[in-house]
């Protein structure tokens, strides 16, 4: 192709994402199409790919395609095995596409579509991929090393017991946040909980069928679970009809906490093959397709947004959370834009699998753009709802009323119409009893995903089989997560006291399995349960809680590469890293200040305490979550401000020379692969 024709190419498309950026930002008055939010983040990514991407590759990495990969030099068919850069992209991509992208925008469309939008792209390009793309690099580089050990090796020791700390701490809020959006999604919902229930024996028939009866058809197996799990979408469709089965299948929150617990205690106890790897099989199928359907969905709809671009709610009075669009947009929504999380797989098993290390830049930069992606359209599935239907389902009954007819007047009167009739008729033509209070973000996304498919592909007839299939879509996922989690927190926390007693450190040694699994399970199930216990919903406090270590995770994974750039001796462009490391520092040190100590009981967690206490009969345990979220804050704030103050000290004494610049890499051999493909 003429390099002036795609010179003209490049800037069709850079003209056609300015354009349609222009709609989203400045567009008032009128409702917009949800189209020019898909043009808008195509178009930006296309750019940021083709351009911002191979400057990095290029200039600051400086990949080499001669030089061999761990995955070539330690192969060993077990952990280090060179594999496809497709198969290496689907695996990072399930990996890292966890429920934030689905649920983090869905929470933040009370302010609006447009700071979400905004953030979510501008947040990928600059700072997610950037992220993902060069701790990606830097681990291949060292043998395929984790964060917190480049961390202790790169920054110093303390910076290793930080990310080290700050990682375990993640895991668990993380794990709590996820438990807990399946129990306000499935609460009271038979239909729902029946359909997950089902996935649990599924995924146990398909360890057994791909180990022992058909050992190795993983498609063979996957279509099985597929085709099984639809079986239960319908299932649970009979059983919601039922009354007599359906209360076998009723839950409240606490019941469905103690069931989700017990249940991550199994998971991560069990062997690995029976549970947690076809689970991982199904729900990357389920999740590719029903991503694939969704923007197929959107692009054949066209729908309308009826979300404004800003709400009343950017001062910080909104009812889904609490706190103004700075800085809480930008901790509710992490995964999509940037997520520390994605630098535990970045440093995990991908660099593990990665052939040639130009094919970092793909699987790094390219799979968190396709998350964002994935963001994208959770926030046109919200901003589709009217926005009474969304604030109805979203706000928790603390803020808007039990009953009915209280919650359609309380949210009528904050200007978005909405009667109790209207909620009532929805909630039947999706086969549940109720969609009040659903807070969690996972109904109110099943619900608009749910409105563009029965509308594009089935008609009104099918929004019951729809919703429950966005539900299980979801949920299916967020489980995976737990498993997988759980399981990463066991081998963390077996490191860690191996160093006590050797015996405690082996991950086949049953009584340590059985114990560290009770230690990660009984840490997130205290969150879990302080969340269902929240009479204002749970979201309201955990999620900032669960945005704001997410970032700070994120925030050590750029001092590491900040710090590596700089020993590399590229400090002329270290803004790639810094830059976003100084926004990410700004957005999560002003939250965590604001959740600590802001004077509004909604957000402060002191403030709330003191609220409580100074009430008649005043919850002791509610006190005392809110005394130990602030403390829980406010130590990940002070060992990140370690953190930041030994990388800043590293970069003075390497940029004066007072340090001689050195990175430990893995010394440069040449890969046998470019021999082999010029063969």
Not at 240 to 246: D, F, R, W
Not at 610 to 628: E, K, M, T
Request: charged share 10%; proline share 5%.
């Amino acid at each position: 192709m003429p390099k002036t024709f795609r010179i003209l190419i490049w800037l069709a498309v850079a003209i056609l994402g300015a354009l349609a950026l222009a709609t989203v930002a400045l567009h008032r008055g009128e409702q917009i199409n949800a189209m020019w939010l898909v043009v808008a983040a195509i178009c930006t990514y296309a750019v940021g790919y083709r351009f911002y991407s191979k400057f990095i590759a290029a200039k600051v990495l400086v990949l080499e395609a001669q030089r061999a990969t761990p995955a070539e030099r330690l192969e060993n068919g077990r952990d280090f095995v060179p594999t496809n850069k497709w198969v290496v992209f689907g695996h990072h991509f399930a990996a890292i596409a966890g429920p934030g992208p689905l649920v983090g925008p869905v929470l933040a469309a009370q302010f609006g579509y447009l700071p979400g939008t905004l953030w979510i792209l501008a947040g990928a390009v600059f700072g997610g991929c950037v992220q993902d793309f060069v701790i990606l690099l830097f681990s291949v580089r060292r043998d395929g090393k984790s964060l917190t050990e480049m961390a202790r090796e790169e920054v110093g020791r303390l910076g290793g017991l930080v990310a080290y700390v700050a990682v375990i701490s993640i895991i668990v809020i993380l794990l709590g946040v996820c438990a807990l959006v399946v129990v306000n999604a499935l609460k009271a919902s038979p239909w729902g909980t029946f359909t997950i229930a089902m996935t649990i024996p599924i995924a146990l028939l398909m360890g057994v069928y791909l180990r022992t009866l058909r050992p190795g058809k993983v498609l063979e197996t996957s279509a099985l679970g597929f085709i099984l799990v639809m079986l239960a979408i319908f299932g649970g469709q009979w059983v919601s009809q039922n009354p007599s089965v359906a209360s076998w299948f009723t839950f409240s929150g606490p019941a469905l906490a103690i069931l989700i617990i017990i249940y991550g205690f199994a998971a991560s106890a069990l062997p690995v093959w029976l549970l947690l790897a076809p689970r991982d099989y199904l729900s990357t199928f389920v999740k590719l397709g029903t991503i694939a359907l969704l923007a197929l969905g959107i692009v054949a709809l066209r729908p309308v947004l009826h979300m404004p671009p800003l709400t009343r709610f950017i001062d910080g009075s909104g009812p889904v959370f609490a706190g103004n669009v700075f800085p809480f947009a930008f901790v509710t929504i992490a995964c999509g834009a940037i997520s520390g999380f994605h630098s535990l797989i970045s440093s995990g098993t991908t660099p593990k699998l990665i052939r040639r290390e130009t094919e970092a830049r793909m699987v790094g930069y390219g799979a968190m753009m396709a998350e964002s992606m994935v963001a994208i359209m959770a926030m046109i599935a919200a901003c589709v709802l009217q926005p009474g239907i969304y604030f109805a389902i979203n706000s928790p009954a603390g803020i808007v009323g039990q009953a009915p007819e209280a919650a359609a007047a309380t949210i009528s009167n904050w200007g978005f119409p909405i009667t109790a009739a209207e909620m009532h008729s929805l909630a039947q033509s999706v086969g549940e009893q109720t969609l009040y209070n659903r807070t969690g973000g996972a109904p109110a996304f099943a619900v608009g995903m749910a409105h563009i498919f029965s509308n594009s592909l089935g008609g009104q007839a099918l929004m019951a089989i729809w919703y429950h299939f966005a539900i299980m879509f979801e949920a299916l996922f967020i489980l995976t997560v737990l498993d997988a989690g759980t399981r990463a927190g066991r081998f963390m926390l077996q490191d860690a006291l191996a160093h006590v007693w050797k015996p405690l450190g082996r991950t086949s040694w049953y009584p340590s399995i059985l114990a560290t699994s009770a230690l990660i399970v009984g840490a997130w199930g205290y969150f879990l349960w302080q969340g269902v216990k929240d009479p204002l919903g749970g979201i309201n406090s955990l999620w900032p809680l669960f945005g704001i270590s997410n970032q700070l995770l994120a925030t050590v994974a750029l001092c590491v590469a900040t710090t590596i750039i700089i020993k590399m001796g590229k400090a002329r462009y270290v803004a790639v890293t810094l830059v976003p490391l100084i926004w990410l520092v700004a957005v999560t040190f002003t939250a965590s200040w604001h959740k600590i100590f802001d004077p509004n009981p909604r957000i402060g967690f002191l403030s709330h305490a003191a609220q409580l206490l100074s009430s008649p009969g005043a919850n002791v345990r509610l006190i005392f979550n809110d005394r130990l979220d602030a403390f829980v804050t406010g130590t990940l704030i002070v060992m990140i401000a370690l953190i930041l103050i030994e990388s800043a000290v590293e970069w003075v004494r390497v940029l004066s020379g007072r340090k001689q610049a050195r990175v430990k890499e893995s010394p440069f051999v040449a890969t046998r692969f470019v021999t082999e493909e010029q063969g």
